[in-house]
């Protein structure tokens, strides 16, 4: 008899989460009393009113003048007599945090070019100027801070936009607008800034080259989309030249009009910037193993270029790239039968990759798309010492594996043409990679573990009605040079596409889009009954009528499908509702990322959001979401589910948050890995958390989260979090997360057709520590670290005998595992990186990466204590690594 689920299951740490939950909240409900920066300036009646009539009435224009009166000095004072002879623009309105009301302080600037740059001067009054903030930092890194910013929709498409913001200390942002109200942070540009404070406030001076911006060769003057916009800390302000609502959704389609520029460079300008890196790795402990040395020095040369074929198109090109200086993924111990997602880190994959965006689910940013750009240079597919290739014993055998596939080559160009089309083309070669395989004699074999393979993808995009409607499309393809054993089980070649559209409507405030895509792999017989048997489909269901396994296929074919739409502008109220479809043959993991196939899923939503102060709130927000799920079998995935959550900022911009999600009992088909489809109970999850002001010497953020399933079934996480600003050069941020969960259905093994469960109790610490120091605004140090521990103990294991039982525990009957499966993981990864930007656009990087880990089979308790002392004390290896790169502009 199967050992009844104990229903008494919450702990003493429920109580206590929530009894610190309340205690934030009430310290949050006392400081809330505590005013906000003011300001000495009060803007008249008068000026109001202008102000307000302005922000609704009109559109904002700049005139800009050429500079005819010698150069210019880039140092933040604008004494120059061609800046004393240009137009004065102004009348900049609150966003944050009293929308629609003119700004706090005054700000003006006046707009200059010549052949070769654009230049911006922006004067920020300040009647405190001894509480101006700027905060030193490394490049592109947000910090609480007063800003000027300055962005320029130099395609004049009303989507997209160039942005190039800086700080009191001289501390540089760069960021490129798409879709209007989306923005890729890792855009970055060469350009120049100069900055000064006086008794008055403070000013900006931008030097922008022309060949930074991207803008038609066309005709002869030039009038661009402009907005200009200044964040004041102290009174947590945004301020807009040209008003940017706060409840709408847009951003680069409310900005003001540049106009006056005329005959303008048409650039093509060709940048190179090759680099040289030399490394030196040690090793802590080689062990037996003849691959692995003391120390390994390497060394590596490449470079990336960039060539500008018209004025609006561009082509980049990287040549052996090497990305040494990027911090390391996070720590993980996956026990599912799916892979984890991994945030793109590298630069040339990163910058400009909106042109390639294409989720596969409602909305735009989810994970799932056509293109995931990792896949691109991924550990390899193939293990060297599989049975297929050596099928005997192969204890006494060593193997030296690539960890990663080398990149030969990329190539991308992007841009955007004056006719509203936008294009996307990138293309990238793997190389075939071999591991080294020694037997116990000393006998080496070259196996190779991954063929020479070929990504590309293409997008194109056009925008019609002053970009409020957009119409594109996109396309993939993977050919793999296979040869004729050692890779059956990959597909020869992987297509996908479709198209996508985008419609704004109703003062844009309501937004439907659509997507239709279509996937076709490929290959031998073997490769596509794997791509049958996958964790994505699981063809081999035994209770999936609609499905059935055909091993003398040589291709597979899918489609997926998405419809979304709804008011997300304006307020109070926002609603969306929206359904995707997968088919089950859809497979796009060649080169993009997909959890699941063989699904249909409709989901509505709705928002009630305020922004006007009340009560002691400063805003708040409510929102509720329903959704069903099943296949095309019908099977129920989903059933109802929902659930509810809340945000409240206070006047002193603490805020707290919340939630509480519901899913109902429904048939789990993917619990098994290819067994039958089992009904698993439903499921209560909330999760709550407490935020302070995040412009303070001191940040404390709390998130905690509770889950119980219909069974008694508890996991918890609480994840505090500090971040510490002890001047204005350095900053420590430090975010343990500790969790404890239990699974009552954690899949083990399959035997002679019975499908083996267990209950596993896990609990996992990490702790993840980021502090930057800043010497210059050019001149930067940043540690990032993770220690990571998990362990997990294995209890009742149980075999599967009717998985559809109404009685939970009738679904399950005893098994003997002799196997012990119990774990301790720990792992720790670390990045100290120094980084000099020496000249405009070339930087010298020094890194000091350690990595070190610790596994224990067969034991399963956690000890903080002991197993942290166990991971520091672990032999651990360090690569010290020296990469410059110089950039030139021809």
Same mark, same amino acid.
């Given at each position: ?7 008494? /299951? ?219 916009? /200044? ?120 910058? &400009? ?30 293990? +060297? ?25 990329? +190539? ?29 004699? &000393? ?24 970009? /409020? ?57 073997? +490769? ?145 890995? &290819? ?216």
């Amino acid at each position: 008899m199967v050992k009844p689920l104990k229903s008494n /299951r919450i702990s003493w740490r429920a109580p206590l989460a929530a009894a610190l939950a309340l205690v934030f909240i009430a310290i949050s409900l006392v400081a809330a009393a505590a005013p906000p920066g003011t300001s000495l300036y009060t803007p008249t009646k008068q000026e109001y009113d202008d102000a307000l009539k302005t922000a609704t009435d009109q559109l904002q224009t700049c005139v800009a003048s050429r500079r005819v009166n010698g150069g210019i000095e880039i140092d933040g004072i604008l004494n120059e007599s061609d800046w004393k002879l240009a137009p004065v623009s102004t009348g900049f309105i609150q966003r944050e945090p009293d929308d629609g009301r003119p700004s706090a302080e005054k700000t003006y600037f006046r707009v200059l070019y010549d052949d070769e740059y654009i230049y911006i001067g922006i004067t920020a009054l300040d009647s405190q100027p001894d509480k101006i903030v700027g905060r030193l930092t490394r490049r592109d890194n947000y910090t609480p801070s007063d800003w000027l910013g300055v962005a320029f929709d130099s395609y004049d498409d009303k989507r997209t936009a160039f942005d190039f913001v800086v700080n009191p200390a001289g501390v540089k942002r760069d960021r490129f607008w798409f879709d209007d109200n989306d923005s890729d942070e890792n855009w970055d540009a060469v350009w120049h800034v100069g900055t000064s404070v006086d008794e008055k406030g403070w000013t900006a001076e931008f030097r922008i080259p022309f060949n930074q911006l991207r803008y038609s060769g066309n005709g002869h003057t030039k009038s661009w989309g402009l907005q200009v916009y /200044r964040e004041i800390s102290r009174l947590n302000e945004s301020s807009f030249w040209n008003h940017c609502p706060r409840e709408s959704s847009q951003i680069v389609s409310v900005f003001g009009r540049l106009e006056g520029m005329e005959d303008l460079p048409v650039t093509r300008n060709l940048e190179i910037l090759p680099y040289v890196v030399g490394s030196l790795e040690s090793n802590g402990d080689p062990g037996d193993d003849p691959f692995i040395q003391n120390t390994v020095k390497d060394g590596r040369i490449g470079g990336d270029l960039m060539y500008g074929l018209t004025s609006d198109i561009t082509l980049n090109l990287t040549v052996n790239p090497d990305f040494g200086q990027v911090e390391q993924d996070p720590s993980e111990f996956n026990l599912t039968a799916y892979e984890t997602y991994f945030r793109e880190r590298r630069p040339f994959f990163i910058e &400009g990759a909106n042109i390639f965006a294409s989720s596969i689910s409602l909305g735009d940013m989810d994970r799932e798309g056509l293109f995931y750009s990792r896949r691109i240079g991924r550990r390899p597919h193939a293990y +060297a010492l599989d049975s297929q290739r050596f099928p005997g014993d192969t204890d006494g055998y060593w193997i030296d594996s690539p960890e990663f596939t080398k990149i030969l080559a990329a +190539a991308k160009v992007t841009g955007k043409t004056a006719g509203g089309w936008s294009i996307g083309i990138l293309d990238a070669l793997t190389d075939k990679e071999e591991a080294i395989v020694r037997d116990p004699q &000393g006998k080496e074999y070259g196996i190779a573990v991954e063929p020479m393979t070929n990504y590309a993808v293409v997008s194109i995009q056009k925008d019609y009605n002053d970009g /409020r409607t957009n119409i594109g499309g996109i396309g993939t393809g993977v050919h793999r040079k296979l040869p004729d054993i050692d890779f059956n089980h990959l597909v020869n070649s992987a297509y996908s596409g479709g198209l996508r559209f985008d419609h704004r409507f109703s003062n844009e405030d309501y937004q439907v889009i659509g997507k239709l895509y279509g996937s076709y792999i490929s290959g031998s017989e073997e +490769a596509i009954l794997e791509a049958q048997t996958s964790p994505i489909r699981y063809f081999q269901r035994p209770d999936a009528e609609h499905l059935g396994i055909d091993s003398t296929l040589t291709s597979l074919a899918g489609w997926s499908s998405t419809l979304w739409g709804g008011k997300f502008g304006g307020q109070p109220w926002r609603w969306g509702a929206g359904v995707h479809v997968r088919s089950p043959g859809f497979e796009i993991n060649d080169i993009g990322f997909s959890h699941n196939a063989d699904e249909l899923f409709p989901v509505v939503w709705v928002g009630y959001r305020k922004f006007e102060e009340q009560f002691l709130f400063r805003e708040y927000s409510l929102n509720g979401n329903l959704w069903n799920g099943t296949n095309f079998g019908l099977d129920n995935l989903g059933k109802i589910g929902g659930n509810i959550n809340t945000r409240w900022q206070f006047k002193n911009y603490w805020s707290i948050f919340g939630g509480i999600n519901r899913s109902m009992a429904r048939q789990d088909n993917r619990l098994l890995r &290819g067994g039958p489809s089992v009904l698993v109970p439903g499921r209560t999850h909330s999760w709550y958390g407490v935020s302070t002001d995040h412009r303070k010497f001191l940040v404390l953020r709390y998130f905690g989260n509770y889950g119980v399933d219909d069974e008694g079934v508890v996991s918890q996480g609480f994840e505090p979090g500090v971040t510490i600003r002890p001047s204005s050069r350095f900053d420590i941020t430090i975010s343990p997360k500790y969790y404890i969960s239990e699974y009552d259905r954690q899949y083990v093994d399959e035997i002679n057709g019975d499908y083996i469960i267990a209950n596993l109790k896990r609990k996992t610490l990490f702790i993840t520590t980021r502090f930057n120091f800043t010497i210059t605004p050019d001149m930067t140090m940043q540690f990032y670290g993770m220690p990571y521990v998990t362990a997990g103990k294995y209890t009742d294991y149980r075999e599967i005998v009717a998985p559809h039982a109404e009685n939970y525990d009738d679904r399950f009957a005893p098994f003997d595992y002799s196997d012990n499966l119990d774990f301790n993981f720990k792992e720790f990864n670390s990045n100290l990186v120094f980084r000099w930007e020496y000249s405009p656009g070339s930087t010298l990087f020094l890194v000091w990466s350690r990595g070190a880990s610790n596994f224990e089979a067969e034991y399963g308790r956690f000890d903080a204590g002991r197993d942290m002392s166990n991971l520091f004390s672990a032999p651990g290896d360090n690569t010290f690594l020296v990469k410059i790169n110089k950039w030139f502009s021809l």
